[in-house]
């Protein structure tokens, strides 16, 4: 079992629908990040939080420290968010990855 | 805006040939990552350096892989011989310090084909 887990794998949405991507993990953590990563490109990073939750434009981010459990949110979602969005949490002074959630969005 | 950069992008080579990867993190970053990302899987840590001091290289196989950052700054990465399962991207990040907290911030990637 790995020690960070993502649902969906794959994922599909219309323009306009509101998307949730769920990461959930069995280790202890100091922070958890979501990073986005488009095709052939580099990573970045979207958010670092510990708890609650945070707001990027159109992202939200929420943790659940208790339930071990995080959610990435798009609303009004658009085909420029088409990329893979994967869940890593900080577990001592590394960076635990999960395998990433695919997402495509058309127009 | 700092950027950590990777070069080269994309690199295609034979099975049995050597291969080396260069990264320049961002400027004050003490702390210096290369992972392996394989198609459809999530990266994995090959080795940290903090300064130019190997925090871990438990993960790299150190049988073809070596990485050096001799004066703290940048890094190389080379593997020989290069194998056909070494196809992957490869990718640099840097943070701040090694505290388990800080933000690391990621290059745009290394694509390794190996034929």
């Known amino acids: 079992k790995n020690e960070v887990e993502q649902s969906p794998q794959n994922l599909t949405a219309q323009e306009g629908e509101f998307i949730t991507i769920n990461c959930s993990y069995s280790v202890g953590i100091s922070a958890l990040h979501w990073l986005q990563q488009h095709p052939g490109g580099g990573i970045v990073s979207l958010f670092m939080?510990?708890?609650g939750k945070k707001k990027h434009g159109r992202l939200i981010a929420t943790i659940n420290i208790q339930e071990k459990h995080s959610s990435l949110h798009i609303t009004a979602s658009h085909p420029r968010d088409s990329a893979v969005y994967i869940c890593?949490?900080?577990?001592?002074?590394?960076?635990?990855f999960g395998t990433g959630t695919r997402l495509q969005v058309f127009p | 805006e700092a950027e950590v950069a990777q070069s080269p992008r994309y690199k295609i080579t034979e099975k049995s040939q050597a291969v080396a990867f260069w990264c320049d993190p961002i400027?004050?970053?003490?702390?210096l990552y290369w992972y392996r990302q394989i198609l459809g899987q999530g990266p994995e840590l090959l080795v940290q350096?903090?300064?130019?001091?190997?925090?871990?290289d438990s993960q790299l196989p150190k049988d073809r892989f070596s990485a050096e950052r001799l004066k703290g700054v940048d890094s190389t990465l080379k593997i020989q011989p290069a194998e056909l399962g070494d196809s992957a991207m490869y990718l640099c990040?840097?943070?701040?310090?090694?505290?388990?907290?800080?933000?690391?911030?990621f290059g745009p990637g290394t694509r390794l084909t190996v034929l």
């Open positions: 350096f903090q300064d130019e001091s190997v925090v871990d």
């Open positions: 400027s004050g970053h003490a702390t």
């Open positions: 890593a949490v900080h577990n001592t002074d590394k960076l635990i």
């Open positions: 990040a840097s943070s701040q310090a090694g505290v388990s907290y800080n933000e690391q911030f």
């Open positions: 939080l510990s708890s």
